[in-house]
């Protein structure tokens, strides 16, 4: 019988005909092919989800960057818009307080 960590005394035996032999060693053949058609539709099917948990990673850092993108450009409209308030604000004192100063120098 064969000895190779496969294919044992279980499906060989000195007892058997050759014929049986063939038989039982095409029955293993078959059953590691099954088991390794097995192993490759699980291995499939976790790639499967490894690349869509990517795809959704992706995703998720794509539209957090839009989103950090977006706060940054309203924040910016923002402050570019209070700056210009202060400024006409300031402008609006200064004049009034140059003719204020004007008034009393006359």
């Known amino acids: 019988a064969a000895r190779n960590g496969v294919l044992t005394d279980h499906y060989l035996t000195e007892t058997m005909t050759s014929s049986d032999q063939v038989a039982a060693l095409s029955r293993r053949i078959s059953e590691l092919e099954s ?7 699980q291995i499939a099917s976790q790639n499967t989800t490894i690349l869509e948990q990517r795809k959704e990673m992706g ?7 839009d989103t950090v993108a977006r706060d940054m450009h309203q924040l910016r409209e923002t402050c570019l818009s209070r700056v210009e308030t202060l400024i006409t604000e300031l402008e609006s ?14």
């Open 35 to 41: 088991e390794v058609a097995k192993t490759g539709k």
């Open 59 to 65: 995703t998720v850092s794509g539209n957090l960057g």
């Open 93 to 106: 004192r200064c004049e009034a307080h140059l003719r204020t100063r004007d008034q009393q120098i006359e």
